[in-house]
């Protein structure tokens, strides 16, 4: 089991920016990816950014490219999103989770909350 623990959330006003931080522990993976998702309310939970792991590769959804970016600590098991420019749209619910390559299930953290005002 997997432990995912987020912090970093707030509230900003459009334009700013803010640092979401997840670290992992518990058991250990060799091939796995890490990624950021989010809810806002009465919407389903959407992807936000990916990496894998051990290669740093990263994918963003198109609402974010250009505003945010994923990036990992190895040495702290974390993983971060830097998001820049942030819109009123960006305010949800943001979730870390861990995938298994192999798996299509991933591990969830407990959600930081992002509001961004206009």
């Known amino acids: 089991q997997v432990q995912l623990v987020e912090s970093g959330g707030g509230l900003v006003q459009a334009g700013g920016s803010l640092r979401l931080s997840c670290a992992a522990s518990?058991?250990?993976?060799?091939?796995?990816?890490m990624g950021w998702f989010r809810q806002a309310p009465g919407k389903e939970r959407e992807f936000v950014a990916s990496i894998r792991w051990n290669f740093g590769s990263t994918d963003y959804a198109d609402s974010v490219k250009g505003r945010f970016s994923i990036s990992r600590d190895a040495a702290k098991n974390t993983v971060y999103l830097q998001m820049n420019s942030l819109k009123p749209e960006d305010t949800a619910v943001y979730y870390c989770?861990?995938?298994?390559?192999?798996?299509?299930?991933?591990?969830w953290g407990q959600g930081t909350q992002v509001t961004v005002s206009s």
């Open positions: 518990g058991r250990t993976f060799s091939s796995f990816s």
């Open positions: 989770a861990l995938q298994v390559l192999g798996r299509n299930s991933w591990d």
